[in-house]
């Protein structure tokens, strides 16, 4: 009795517990979040106060952030909308940091200690048009300076303290297109230079405290300029020309326009094709860039141009920066292999540098793509520099004094895709002291830990605790555990460079700039696309590193070339690389090996042939046996068409070409006046599911409909296919489909009126998971399909399986009309939704999660078990049991089951889940412009202790228990003795 | 259709607590902005109430406004108010996101018909709001609070409930043992030990 009701207690005890949250002190041990800000395009240093060096930057993925300049770490940083993109960034006031953003539209300041916005202003554009930001130093002090904005024809005069438009002015209702602004020292007037129409140069004298133009003056020019100008003193710009082969000074003294080409050749000699302007702003100085080199010229009157130096590619240069009343320093970078020279140069002397350094710099990087330089003062009271460069792979480094102060690897704020790898088997052979070493260690841990649960610990403790949990030496090993915890994740960044990183601790194992990714002459516009899993050795064949396969493409275009590249997943080893002949729109990989374990692909090119990889004689063979069940489909958005396919051979096969004829076998068109389609998606290759029966209430059985061929697509009204907002609850639907990708059967059809995008869906099992937004309710909402096979239902029937009726052993296939069941329900949720993924597991046995990425950044782990369809609202005692939920009409968000729990993943665009070799255990890596791992347990880890368990507690409660035997045995001997002597 | 929308001219009962900000709030509510086609809706994110109580100091830094799921993301100033411009007329949707807080939606209908009119709801619990000002429906606690040390609590765990049955067995037992009849139980110990299994009253002391 005494036992049952302690097991029954026990039970109890661990049934109530079924939240997965983490204790604050949890952090840290299997997760971990990186910050990123991506590719930098502006930077601004703010050092001339005593306190806290810091550069301003503004990033390709629309990310304001401030650094520190000792360490590189992110003091603030704001992620801006999507089109809201950053065009200029200035500093005002000495401290707000101005933004102008969505095309000159917006103009924000921000706090520069802390990055809080101080004030925006939005202002009119008339056009798209380039846009400039120009923060006027005032001299006179305790004034009010003004922010400049050209935008089009429009200037805009701004406070700089509350961003009040002071005044305005129009200067030209023809495409007016200011390119270069500037004030001479101590006058109340700015001078702004521009092109209308590409074709007529055009100077205005302007006022700034008023806007009033006090001067103007036009010139046409009758061969065009092509959108570029550089200043390069105070009365003479110098421009390109339409066809850019001609350099035209453009003189403006006293309002008088006069122009002067010089034909580059005549110039340059070796110049050949087109030369680009690069944005400067030097004394008398101009930087052309002509296809092989950086060339700088003085510019020595109108008239004449002279060469002052070549700089051979690669190589880049900074801005001016000012630095004394009559001097300009600006820094030249210079490749030389692996090397890169910093040359410091002032303008008023160009042959003499400032400063020459030469940095060591691992080959992974490519070539320096921006410099921004800076100068501080030295202990000893001379002048120092240190240069900021944005590498070709996205990287950020800060030099000073010849060496790399601080690398960020801001690639990885743009990664495309990602795959796992295992790790090596550890290699047999630990000597003993290791072992003594690490027993010890253990031990001490162990018991420091007891103490921290039996709260004796001294806050020294608790901190020497937290540190060993932390560093625990297990969790980053470079080999393979018997859980499944530590793996690579190999990413792949939009600069073309693959990652690996450890799942332990998220530290870069190896990274690589794939060659073939990297712009030339045979591959203009590098593009990157996916990255499969290539080959994964049978884990006998130990001696052999797997490897992965990446495909990318050379340009946008769906007929461009592809590329494809296998890449050693251990090293980073590049095995292969080659530009195909071929274009690549879809790429598959099969469920099959070749005799080497190397899975087989298949290219879809833009004809729809199908071309096999590896291209061998042996991956021919294995696939023309399975090439009758090789399906596939395209979807054809714009078209609003679905379309199955199988291969076929037409004619002989060409062994060395390895390419496959398409043959349409159905097409599903969707009625484009009333549909298009808005999202397609099916379920993960590599899912495991565990069984198809569900046990349901009262011992009853049903079976799923399991099918590696399921296709969820969602249509839109036309209507509604844009944002919330854009449309009437009257004008928006929304359909969903379940489509048989062998047969193109329709399985089921459902309509939500009222409904329309976003769509994020999942797929998995059999059952679909998809979040939209309901116009009537004017919420989100969350629908779960689940379809069950009805074929199978009379199998039940204990009867029949005795008498051998039964269909068990039927062979399922999508030819046959299948016969199914479906059940639906919906939900509310909260949240829009930015990404969605399902846990997955080793076995597929432990129930699922949802993992929902929501648009604060945060990743959800909602049960699926609330997306039952069978809820109700009053479940019958057996559905209790079973554990269905009662019916609500929206889900409910814990917030304790944030897997990133007081983190958020800036920018989130994708999570993926992997499992883990213990079954209760899920990998999660979410990425965005943050990275952030964890590995959660859907069911909790029922099938390992946890972190938390106490070994040392429980050697001594078997110590405790063992002395009171011994004490109650002593006990009764001596209690024996005296019955006896009685 | 060049435009401003106030939102909903609040009651001057409503105003008098806001009066101390009724500057900033003339401004950021029913700025007058003629840029571009559309409207202006301006709010105002409030932590204060709920911040208090916890006393955590409100931050605003790092708040986002987004509009209709992201079509665009604006920022609370350092006093909370944030603002949209250029919307089109019809229903959209606010959210706010901000670390440790949780928020409703906000459906927001700017009227086509009757221009510059503008009404707000809580899709959560459907609660109108007269002014755009939105405040967090709660905090939120993502981790887990571990309970200090108690008795209670080791004795919940395996090992805990291991030594409270062994207790049990220890002490109360031989309580019932000596219960039974001596002279059966000296039979049954015999059984015993003819048949040879080892069982729990070999260990037990013997009462007699």
């Not at chain 1, 140069?201 to 700034?208: D, G, I, L, R």
């Not at chain 1, 130990?542 to 275009?557: A, D, F, K, Q, T």
Request: net charge neutral; glycine share 6%.
């Amino acid at each position: 009795m005494a036992i049952r009701a302690c097991l029954g207690l026990m039970i109890l005890l661990f049934s109530s517990t079924i939240s997965t949250a983490l204790f604050e002190d949890q952090v840290g041990l299997s997760d971990w979040h990186q910050k990123y800000i991506g590719k930098v395009k502006h930077a601004i240093f703010h050092t001339q106060k005593t306190g806290r060096k810091r550069v301003v930057v503004s990033t390709e993925e629309n990310v304001l952030a401030s650094l520190d300049l000792r360490t590189g770490n992110i003091f603030w940083r704001h992620v801006l909308g999507k089109i809201d993109c950053i065009d200029q960034v200035d500093i005002a006031l000495g401290k707000y940091v101005v933004t102008l953003s969505s095309g000159g539209s917006i103009l924000r300041a921000w706090n520069l200690p802390d990055g809080q916005m101080i004030w925006e202003s939005i202002l009119q554009v008339s056009a798209p048009s380039k846009s400039l930001l120009h923060a006027l130093a005032n001299m006179n002090v305790g004034k009010d300076n003004l922010i400049l904005v050209f935008g089009g024809s429009l200037i805009h005069a701004l406070s700089s303290t509350d961003g009040q438009i002071v005044w305005r002015k129009e200067l030209s209702t023809n495409s007016l297109e200011i390119q270069q602004v500037f004030q001479p020292r101590d006058s109340d007037i700015f001078y702004a230079l521009g092109f209308i129409d590409s074709s007529e140069f055009v100077a205005y004298y302007v006022n700034y405290k008023n806007g009033e133009v006090l001067q103007q003056s036009k010139a046409s020019f009758k061969s065009g300029f092509c959108g570029e100008a550089s200043l390069s003193s105070n009365d003479v710009v110098v421009a390109l020309d339409a066809s850019r082969t001609y350099l035209v000074s453009i003189s403006f003294r006293n309002g008088v326009i006069t122009f002067q080409q010089t034909y580059i050749p005549d110039l340059i000699p070796e110049f050949s094709g087109k030369a680009t302007l690069l944005p400067s702003k030097y004394n008398g100085i101009l930087a052309v860039d002509i296809a092989s080199s950086i060339v700088l010229l003085r510019v020595k009157g109108v008239n004449e141009l002279e060469i002052i130096e070549k700089i051979n590619y690669p190589s880049a240069i900074s801005d001016a920066l000012p630095f004394s009343k009559e001097q300009q320093a600006f820094a030249i970078l210079q490749h030389d292999e692996s090397r890169i020279h910093i040359k410091v140069k002032f303008d008023t002397d160009l042959t003499n540098e400032v400063l020459k350094e030469t940095i060591q710099l691992d080959g992974q990087r490519g070539n320096v793509e921006k410099v921004f330089i800076n100068n501080y003062i030295r202990t000893d009271r001379t002048h120092g520099f240190r240069v900021l460069v944005v590498m070709e792979d996205h990287s950020l480094l800060l030099v000073q004094q010849g060496e790399i102060v601080w690398t960020r690897e801001d690639g990885l704020a743009s990664i495309v895709d990602s795959t796992t790898s295992e790790l090596p088997v550890e290699k047999e052979g630990v000597s003993v002291a290791e072992v003594e070493h690490s027993l010890f260690e253990w031990l001490k841990g162990h018991f420091l830990k007891l103490k921290g649960t039996l709260m004796l610990a001294s806050p020294d403790e608790v901190a020497a605790i937290q540190a060993i949990r932390l560093k625990s030496f297990e969790k980053n090993q470079m080999t393979r555990d018997h859980n499944g915890f530590r793996k690579l994740i190999i990413v792949l960044t939009r600069a073309g460079k693959i990652l690996a990183l450890h799942t332990g601790d998220g530290r870069v194992v190896w990274s690589v700039l794939l060659p073939v990714l990297r712009e030339s002459e045979t591959c203009g516009n590098p593009f990157v696309l996916n990255v499969y899993q290539w080959q994964v050795p049978h884990h006998r064949a130990m001696h052999e590193n797997p490897s992965v396969l990446v495909i990318g493409r050379c340009g946008h275009n769906f007929d461009a070339p592809g590329i494809f590249s296998i890449v050693d997943a251990y090293t980073g080893k590049v095995h292969n690389s080659l530009v195909l002949e071929h274009s690549v729109r879809h790429v598959m990989p099969l469920p099959l090996t070749d005799s080497t374990e190397q899975h087989l692909h298949i290219v879809i090119d833009d004809n729809l042939h199908a071309h096999l990889y590896p291209k061998t004689s042996d991956a021919v063979k294995i696939f023309l046996d399975e090439m009758p069940n090789v399906f596939w489909y395209s979807v054809e958005v714009g078209k609003n068409i679905i379309k199955g396919y199988s291969l076929e051979i037409k004619g002989e096969l060409d062994m060395a070409e390895n390419v496959f004829q398409p043959k349409e076998l159905w097409s599903i068109v969707f009625p484009s006046e009333s549909e298009t389609i808005a999202l397609t998606a099916t379920r993960k290759m590599n899912e495991i599911v565990h069984t198809q029966a569900k046990i349901v209430a009262d011992q009853d059985v049903m079976y799923k409909y399991i099918s590696k061929n399921i296709l969820f697509v969602a249509t839109v009204a036309p209507k509604a296919s844009g944002e919330i907002g854009s449309a009437t609850p009257e004008e928006a639907w929304l359909y969903a489909y379940l489509i048989d990708t062998v047969s193109g059967r329709i399985l089921h059809r459902v309509s939500h009126q009222g409904a329309q995008g976003p769509i994020h869906a999942v797929v998995s099992e059999n059952w679909v998971v998809y979040h939209y937004f309901n116009l009537r309710a004017h919420r989100h909402e969350m629908s779960v399909i689940e379809i069950y096979d009805q074929s199978r239902e009379d199998n039940k029937d204990v009867w029949k399986l005795v008498l051998g009726k039964h269909n068990l052993t039927a062979p399922i296939s999508s030819y046959s009309k299948p016969d199914v069941t479906v059940k639906s329900q919906s939900y509310f949720f909260i949240h829009s939704v930015k990404s969605m993924a399902v846990t997955a597991t080793a076995k597929g046995i432990t129930s699922k999660q949802l993992l929902i990425g929501t648009i604060g950044d945060q990743v959800l782990a909602l049960d699926k078990r609330f997306l039952d369809p069978r809820r109700s609202a009053n479940p019958t005692q057996s559905e209790k049991e079973e554990g269905i939920i009662p019916l609500t009409d929206s889900l409910p968000i814990v917030p304790q089951s944030y897997v990133t729990h007081a983190l958020q993943v800036e920018g989130l665009r994708g999570i993926v889940t992997t499992p883990a070799k213990l079954e209760s255990t899920t990998l999660v890596f979410s990425y965005g412009v943050d990275l952030f791992f964890t590995r959660i347990a859907p069911s909790r880890t029922y099938d390992s202790l946890t972190e938390d368990f106490s070994y040392a507690l429980l050697l001594l409660t078997i110590v405790a228990l063992v002395a009171a035997l011994l004490v109650t045995w002593a006990l009764s001997e001596r209690k024996e003795l005296r019955e006896k002597w009685r | 259709m060049r435009s401003s929308a106030a939102l909903f001219n609040p009651p001057l009962l409503l105003l008098l607590p806001l009066l101390l900000f009724s500057h900033l709030l003339n401004r950021a509510i029913a700025a007058d902005l003629r840029s571009g086609d559309g409207y202006t809706i301006a709010g105002r994110v409030k932590l204060g109430a709920t911040a208090k109580e916890s006393g955590l100091p409100a931050k605003l830094t790092n708040i986002k406004v987004i509009l209709n799921g992201g079509q665009s993301i604006s920022f609370a100033k350092a006093d909370g108010y944030f603002s949209f411009h250029n919307v089109p007329a019809g229903t959209h949707l606010i959210e706010v996101a901000a670390l440790g807080y949780f928020f409703s939606p906000v459906r927001v209908d700017i009227s086509a018909r009757n221009p510059g009119k503008i009404q707000a709801a809580l899709t959560e619990n459907k609660r109108v709001l007269y002014e755009l000002i939105l405040e967090p429906l709660r905090e939120e606690q993502y981790y887990e609070k571990r309970e200090p040390f108690s008795i209670m609590s080791l004795m919940k765990s395996p090992m805990g409930l291991m030594m409270g049955f062994m207790l049990l067995v220890m002490f109360v037992m031989p309580k019932l043992m000596e219960n039974i009849d001596p002279e059966e139980m000296r039979r049954a110990q015999e059984e015993m030990r003819t048949q040879g299994v080892p069982s729990l009253s070999s260990l037990l002391p013997r009462s007699n």
